[in-house]
């Protein structure tokens, strides 16, 4: 061991190091996922690292808070990993449709979406999905009235 160490140079072993470092902050980094969701007088918007949704209220046909569904199948490039889920997936109940999720939270929300099928998200957590829920259904509630 000795041997190796002393036939690497320090200005290797720093460099080494700094990949090393670089890969762990790259790994952590991917494990704490932020998706912000907002909606103004015009739309719900959906941000995240790897999609952004911009959803038109005129164009909402309904919206439910439901259990975290079976995501089917990915589609292209969709992003499938333990911290987060976006994309285009497939599965039996919505055909093709837009998900945004992170897969750990037990509830999302489902927006059904005139002429472009289904869109399920989250917030980065539970009870920020839910007050988003609840938020949300009360504007369009001022809106019908």
């Not at 909402?60 to 969709?78: C, E, H, R, W, Y």
Request: net charge negative; proline share 2%.
């Amino acid at each position: 061991m000795k041997k190796l160490l002393g036939s690497v140079s320090k200005k290797d072993l720093i460099f080494i190091s700094l990949i090393l470092i670089a890969l762990v902050v790259m790994i952590l980094c991917d494990s704490d996922v932020d998706i912000l969701v907002n909606f103004d007088e015009e739309m719900l918007q959906i941000t995240s690292p790897r999609l952004n949704v911009d959803i038109e209220h005129a164009h909402v046909n309904q919206i439910a808070l439901i259990d975290m569904p079976d995501f089917g199948t990915k589609v292209g490039d969709s992003y499938e990993h333990d911290a987060y889920c976006a994309g285009t997936w497939e599965n039996e109940a919505w055909g093709a449709y837009t998900l945004c999720v992170i897969p750990t939270n037990s509830k999302c929300i489902l927006v059904e979406v005139e002429n472009d099928g289904f869109v399920v998200f989250t917030c980065t957590t539970d009870e920020k999905t839910e007050k988003l829920f609840d938020d949300y259904c009360a504007y369009f509630e001022n809106l019908a009235a």
